[in-house]
């Protein structure tokens, strides 16, 4: 149809308002292509452990996944919006064209294809006025009926998506996330109706629409136009979608093929502040720093799978993920590994596990500097366990061979309880570096950032103590926030000239904390310090 132009100030079909369909259509096209692959996460953790065809800077971007994934999703309901709005006028338009009365150029447009051996512009082909007949076309053609499914879908998926129903409502965002099967069936199929035509090659060599829309009553007619012909445009969108549909597809056989394998829970310890250690063992399993697996329970829930970070070393002979109890999926993982008892519970009473990874990320460079900061908040310490963990293993052998020379480990909880599962592995590694002489190794600050009265007046009683009261370490643990401008001058003094890896597992405040002082901080001459700031995401 686009190739009809408005005139004499009537708007026919679809003027201008088809552009504003067709261009988000073809924005559409091109986002639904990217959505999900960021999301092949099989695919980034094999592009991300390839040295071959991922360097440093590439790994970076690979880290920001879901990142560029919501991006992409905004960007989808953005050209959704715009192409349904602009579609409304359209129908609208049609639907009016069709029950035109005669002598208009509309009118005249409208009522071809009603005699034999004519094609048609106007896919509207009933005699029903507005408003019944926008409806008409909304649920009984297959292009309305799509667009109204695939446009609910969209809605669903992103309202579900906020960040208050994924941490207090997970179970709504993962059910309703799966809606995007629906979503893309029904994107597939959304042109097969060919509603948008256009005048055919051959008709435009002997039916000029800027000559012949002068004359239209005349056409057909022996020495003047003859009547056009029009044909339906083949929908698209397949051919952009198939492939990371397929790669996607894919990527759930890889992981109902993992899921399958045989994982065995070989101990349970509980640790304060509502957090449970699992060990586990699974044949062929290949870790390395700061990964993350996605977990799934079927005594749980069938379906759900819920990623965790790694905390354990690659040096271990069994994988471990900490467990914060903070909702019903974890709470329901807290009563099936029999944690809710008092007596001891058996190795086959514990529940099945199924495990798909590991998966690399923002963690795994690590080693691939010579200073690092790592900051944690609270649970979020676990990817640095496993750096710390691995440290340690790497002194009691061998560590000439260590590109790292200095960590600058932070550490922010709420709560005192927080610190008791993980001070045992600072006191060994302390213990560690003091026997090897080399204690400046590692710089570690804990940070209390909230206490009541009765706390602070015991910790004051306490203070003087060789190690501190509710670590046991000998850095005693500061109390508030850590003055982050300070700390990275400091370090920067410390280090000139050098690349420092800023590393995080924490809340999107802190995040965006670090990353703007690892750019403040960081000198414009490239021989001068830079801070290469570095979160986890999941």
Request: charge should be neutral; hydrophobic fraction near 40%.
């Amino acid at each position: 149809m686009g190739n009809w132009v408005e005139n004499e100030g009537l708007s026919i079909f679809v003027v201008r308002a088809l552009a504003l369909a067709r261009a988000p259509a073809a924005c559409l096209n091109f986002n639904c292509m990217l959505i999900l692959l960021p999301v092949c996460r099989n695919l980034l953790s094999f592009l991300r452990g390839s040295s071959a065809c991922c360097s440093t800077r590439v790994r970076r971007q690979l880290d920001r996944n879901l990142t560029f994934h919501k991006m992409v999703a905004w960007m989808i309901a953005l050209h959704t919006a715009i192409h349904t709005i602009a579609h409304l006028f359209n129908v609208e338009w049609s639907v009016h064209a069709r029950v035109e009365e005669e002598g208009t150029l509309a009118a005249m447009l409208s009522r071809l294809g009603d005699s034999p051996n004519e094609s048609y512009i106007n896919f509207y082909r009933e005699t029903v006025p507005n408003p019944v007949g926008g409806l008409y076309v909304a649920f009984t053609y297959l292009a309305g009926l799509t667009g109204v499914i695939i446009t609910l879908a969209l809605i669903l998926i992103i309202t579900s998506s906020t960040k208050i129903i994924r941490r207090s409502y997970f179970e709504v965002f993962w059910y309703t996330h799966h809606l995007f099967v629906i979503f893309f069936i029904g994107l597939v199929i959304h042109g097969a109706g060919r509603i948008v035509r256009g005048q055919t090659a051959l008709s435009l060599a002997e039916h000029i629409p800027e000559i012949c829309s002068k004359n239209f009553t005349d056409w057909g007619k022996k020495g003047a136009c003859p009547v056009p012909r029009f044909a339906g445009n083949p929908p698209m969108t397949w051919k952009w979608v198939v492939g990371p549909m397929f790669l996607y597809l894919c990527e759930r056989l890889v992981r109902f093929w993992r899921s399958q394998q045989k994982v065995v829970i070989t101990k349970v310890v509980i640790h304060p502040f509502k957090t449970i250690e699992l060990q586990m063992m699974k044949k062929g399993f290949k870790m390395e720093v700061g990964q993350y697996i996605f977990v799934k329970c079927p005594a749980v829930s069938k379906l759900e799978w819920h990623p965790f970070t790694l905390t354990s070393a690659p040096e271990e002979d069994y994988f471990s993920i900490h467990v914060r109890i903070v909702g019903d999926w974890t709470e329901g993982l807290f009563n099936a590994c029999g944690c809710d008892k008092q007596e001891f519970q058996e190795a086959w009473k514990l529940p099945k596990i199924a495990v798909d990874g590991p998966f690399g990320t923002a963690s795994e460079d690590v080693f691939s500097y010579e200073t690092v900061m790592l900051v944690g908040a609270g649970i979020g310490v676990t990817p640095f366990a496993s750096v710390l963990k691995s440290v340690w293993y790497k002194y009691c052998h061998d560590a000439t061979n260590l590109k790292l020379k200095k960590i600058y480990f932070y550490w922010l909880c709420r709560d005192t309880h927080a610190f008791e599962w993980f001070a045992d592995l600072l006191q060994s590694l302390e213990t560690q570096m003091q026997e090897r002489n080399n204690a400046e190794f590692l710089s570690y600050n804990i940070y209390l950032t909230g206490w009541d009265e009765t706390q602070a007046t015991h910790f004051v009683m306490h203070h003087e103590e060789e190690k501190d009261v509710i670590t046991g370490l000998k850095q005693k643990t500061l109390y508030g926030r850590p003055n982050w401008e300070n700390e990275f001058k400091t370090i920067a003094r410390q280090h000139p000239g050098s690349r420092i890896g800023v590393f995080l597992c924490g809340p999107e405040g802190l995040a965006d904390t670090l990353n703007k002082q690892s750019i403040s901080n960081s000198e414009a001459d490239p021989r001068g310090v830079h801070f290469i700031f570095n979160k986890e995401n999941f």
